[in-house]
């Protein structure tokens, strides 16, 4: 069983900057055989893909509506994902999620907001 716990959301202004983090742990397969990835919900909308990251972290993926101001990372050692949001806009409002999977075509599984696990998610608001 696996859990994910995010931490980091709050209230901003736009033009500020959030980190998110997403602490994993569990029994069975290691941090580091799942990929993992951050998907946002905003009231009233279907939850959508933001950015992955593949097990060793060298391959990551962006939605085109957040690539150049987000930026997914992870600590293996440490059993984290992180969300460094910058730039953030009115529009990133939204419940945030952190997500794993084992899929080796971990891209398309997340895009189609699907995942082994999900975590209870983290609120971020950005006024304007």
């Known amino acids: 069983q696996v859990q994910l716990v995010e931490s980091g959301g709050g209230l901003v202004q736009a033009g500020d900057s959030l980190r998110l983090s997403c602490a994993f742990s569990g029994r069975g397969r290691a941090f580091n055989t799942y990929a993992m990835a951050w998907l946002r919900q905003a009231e009233g909308k279907e939850r959508e893909f933001v950015a992955a990251?593949?097990?060793?972290?060298?391959?990551?993926h962006y939605a085109d509506s957040v690539k150049g101001r987000f930026t997914i990372s992870r600590d293996n050692a440490k059993n984290t994902v992180f969300l460094q949001m910058n730039s953030l806009k009115p529009e990133d409002t939204a419940a945030y999620y952190c997500?794993?999977?084992?899929?080796?075509?971990?891209?398309?599984?997340?895009?189609?907001?699907?995942?082994?696990?999900w975590g209870q998610g983290t609120q971020v608001t950005v006024s304007s």
């Open positions: 997500a794993a999977d084992p899929n080796l075509y971990y891209n398309d599984t997340f895009r189609k907001s699907h995942a082994s696990y």
């Open positions: 990251i593949s097990w060793g972290g060298d391959t990551t």
